[in-house]
């Protein structure tokens, strides 16, 4: 195993080596459910997904853990401006985020538990936090269970933040805080709130802070020492500094790796809910093709930030149809592929990328070297060199996610995929005329066609079984 990642702790590129050979246990902070995924939301499931994806290539037995946030502050206060109970808006929108990770063919985490199935873990938790003197129940009866910063010296080693530099957070409710930097492991119940959203504890009634969620359910899965903690780098402080702090202080070694996405923008700011400049998944889908809005995710190196835009989203469509186009030139050639590995066929320019933190803008310039070489080989009719590109690019693009006949695009639908029968009708259509044409002799009008064919991006060949039309290489 010779893979490298950026760790954020450490920030540097460093070797990695799990705690287990032969396995890697991964933590991903997952959806808190308040209202429908974003292309923002989603980078960070697609980028973990190829993470996955590449070490089970690999040869590793990856354990992926990737938690439901179904209790917060915001799920209340939009559940009951929806006017429904807030565990029904909950699930209605954990739902949506399901069907967002399946349209972009997003494997499930072997285990996605929910926060509210774990309130015992986190009382425990709680429980030896307060023992050990780095947290303390509010003094004023209200509930309130708060992570003291100052007991904890390492505080900070994460985002490289020092405690007398940090400012409170502006919405931050200071009542029975000892220091406003505290942060809440549990909130005590209020006038107002809804009763099923609250839990009894040894302190009184309430219901859990995020944080305390985290690195309760981690530790019940994974353990208290394990591999990689990956999410959105718009997480690393407050949410995991305070997620590696605690679970420290309980004496839990945490991850040993800290692997943190950048974010997708719209005209340079953070997508997010608050700005309003959001895009939805399924709306990009259903005009793009999921496998197409993938690799506008999953191209770019997952360390930097994309700009989301209609063009770059038709630039990934333009891409996936060069690799179909090869795919479909090869279909002849394709039942005996398989008689090769992927080991065997996927070129080591490629597995050095991936091995150089998840290297994908370098990994698929590999791939379209292959398809190019591939469709050279088929121009010249070498089969074994056609069918070798073709074994080696459906390998590449399974450890990407993006072959199309994995199970996870079994009955997948988008644009793309919607307008190939419409395409092909007209296509065809144009060829039959040009046929005519030349039938008749007349050349111009059928030089003409193929010249129009040619300006659209499409290549006609004449064979013996008539023409054949193909997206230019």
Same mark, same amino acid.
């Given at each position: 195993?010779?893979?490298?990642?950026?760790?954020?702790?450490?920030?540097?590129?460093?070797?990695?080596?799990?705690?287990?050979?032969?396995?890697?246990?991964?933590?991903?902070?997952?959806?808190?459910?308040?209202?429908?995924?974003?292309?923002?939301?989603?980078?960070?499931?697609?980028?973990?997904?190829?993470?996955?994806?590449?070490?089970?290539?690999?040869?590793?037995?990856?354990?992926?853990?990737?938690?439901?946030?179904?209790?917060?502050?915001?799920?209340?206060?939009?559940?009951?401006?929806?006017?429904?109970?807030? +565990?029904?808006?909950?699930?209605?929108?954990?739902?949506?985020?399901?069907?967002?990770?399946?349209?972009?063919?997003?494997?499930?985490?072997?285990?996605?538990?929910?926060?509210?199935?774990?309130?015992?873990?986190?009382?425990?938790?709680?429980?030896?936090?307060?023992?050990?003197?780095?947290?303390?129940?509010?003094?004023?009866?209200?509930?309130?269970?708060?992570?003291?910063?100052?007991?904890?010296?390492?505080?900070?080693?994460?985002?490289?933040?020092?405690?007398?530099?940090?400012?409170?957070?502006?919405?931050?409710?200071?009542?029975?805080?000892?220091?406003?930097?505290?942060?809440?492991?549990?909130?005590?119940?209020?006038?107002?709130?809804?009763?099923?959203?609250?839990?009894?504890?040894?302190?009184?009634?309430?219901?859990?802070?995020?944080?305390?969620?985290?690195?309760?359910?981690?530790?019940?899965?994974?353990?208290?020492?394990?591999?990689?903690?990956?999410?959105?780098?718009?997480?690393?402080?407050?949410?995991?500094?305070?997620?590696?702090?605690?679970?420290?202080?309980?004496?839990?070694?945490?991850?040993?790796?800290?692997?943190?996405?950048?974010?997708?923008?719209?005209?340079?700011?953070?997508?997010?809910?608050?700005?309003?400049?959001?895009?939805?998944?399924?709306?990009?889908?259903?005009?793009?093709?999921?496998?197409?809005?993938?690799?506008?995710?999953?191209?770019?190196?997952?360390?930097?930030?994309?700009?989301?835009?209609?063009?770059?989203?038709?630039?990934?469509?333009?891409?996936?149809?060069?690799?179909?186009?090869?795919?479909?030139?090869?279909?002849?050639?394709?039942?005996? +592929?398989?008689?090769?590995?992927?080991?065997?066929?996927?070129?080591?320019?490629?597995?050095?990328?991936?091995?150089?933190?998840?290297?994908?803008?370098?990994?698929?310039?590999?791939?379209?070297?292959?398809?190019?070489?591939?469709?050279?080989?088929?121009?010249?009719?070498?089969?074994?060199?056609?069918?070798?590109?073709?074994?080696?690019?459906?390998?590449?693009?399974?450890?990407?996610?993006?072959?199309?006949?994995?199970?996870?695009?079994?009955?997948?639908?988008?644009?793309?995929?919607?307008?190939?029968?419409?395409?092909?009708?007209?296509?065809?259509?144009?060829?039959?005329?040009?046929?005519?044409?030349?039938?008749?002799?007349?050349?111009?009008?059928?030089?003409?066609?193929?010249?129009?064919?040619?300006?659209?991006?499409?290549?006609?060949?004449?064979?013996?079984?008539?023409?054949?039309?193909?997206?230019?290489?």
């Amino acid at each position: 195993m010779s893979f490298r990642l950026y760790d954020s702790a450490r920030r540097a590129v460093v070797e990695f080596q799990p705690l287990r050979p032969g396995e890697v246990s991964i933590y991903c902070c997952g959806a808190t459910v308040q209202s429908a995924p974003h292309l923002g939301h989603v980078r960070k499931e697609v980028n973990f997904d190829v993470l996955r994806r590449w070490l089970e290539y690999s040869g590793l037995r990856v354990t992926m853990l990737s938690n439901i946030t179904d209790i917060d502050d915001k799920i209340l206060a939009k559940s009951a401006e929806a006017g429904q109970p807030w +565990w029904a808006h909950a699930f209605r929108f954990e739902g949506a985020f399901h069907e967002a990770f399946r349209a972009l063919g997003v494997r499930r985490p072997t285990y996605e538990p929910r926060a509210t199935g774990h309130v015992p873990e986190m009382i425990e938790l709680m429980r030896v936090l307060i023992e050990r003197g780095n947290a303390y129940p509010a003094a004023d009866g209200s509930g309130d269970v708060y992570f003291d910063v100052k007991s904890w010296p390492a505080y900070g080693e994460l985002s490289g933040m020092k405690v007398d530099e940090m400012a409170p957070a502006e919405d931050a409710d200071p009542r029975g805080k000892r220091d406003p930097r505290d942060f809440a492991l549990w909130k005590g119940h209020k006038d107002g709130d809804p009763e099923s959203a609250s839990w009894e504890t040894p302190w009184g009634r309430g219901r859990p802070g995020w944080h305390l969620e985290c690195s309760a359910m981690a530790g019940k899965y994974l353990g208290d020492a394990f591999d990689i903690h990956g999410g959105g780098i718009d997480l690393r402080f407050p949410h995991h500094e305070n997620e590696l702090a605690q679970s420290r202080a309980a004496g839990r070694p945490f991850a040993s790796y800290w692997m943190h996405n950048a974010w997708v923008t719209m005209a340079g700011e953070k997508m997010s809910k608050s700005l309003g400049n959001t895009a939805d998944v399924l709306s990009a889908v259903e005009r793009f093709g999921g496998r197409a809005v993938r690799l506008y995710l999953a191209g770019p190196h997952y360390r930097s930030a994309i700009e989301l835009s209609d063009a770059a989203l038709v630039e990934a469509a333009a891409q996936l149809a060069r690799i179909d186009s090869f795919l479909d030139r090869a279909s002849a050639l394709t039942p005996g +592929w398989q008689a090769w590995s992927p080991k065997e066929v996927i070129p080591a320019a490629f597995a050095e990328a991936m091995d150089d933190d998840l290297g994908t803008p370098a990994a698929l310039a590999v791939l379209f070297t292959t398809i190019k070489e591939g469709n050279i080989a088929l121009d010249a009719g070498d089969d074994p060199a056609a069918l070798r590109a073709y074994a080696a690019a459906r390998s590449m693009l399974d450890v990407l996610g993006l072959d199309p006949s994995a199970p996870e695009w079994a009955g997948s639908a988008g644009a793309a995929d919607d307008l190939k029968p419409v395409v092909d009708g007209l296509v065809t259509a144009l060829l039959e005329q040009r046929q005519q044409a030349r039938a008749r002799k007349d050349w111009p009008a059928a030089d003409a066609i193929r010249d129009r064919l040619a300006e659209l991006g499409l290549k006609v060949e004449d064979t013996a079984s008539g023409p054949r039309w193909s997206i230019e290489k």
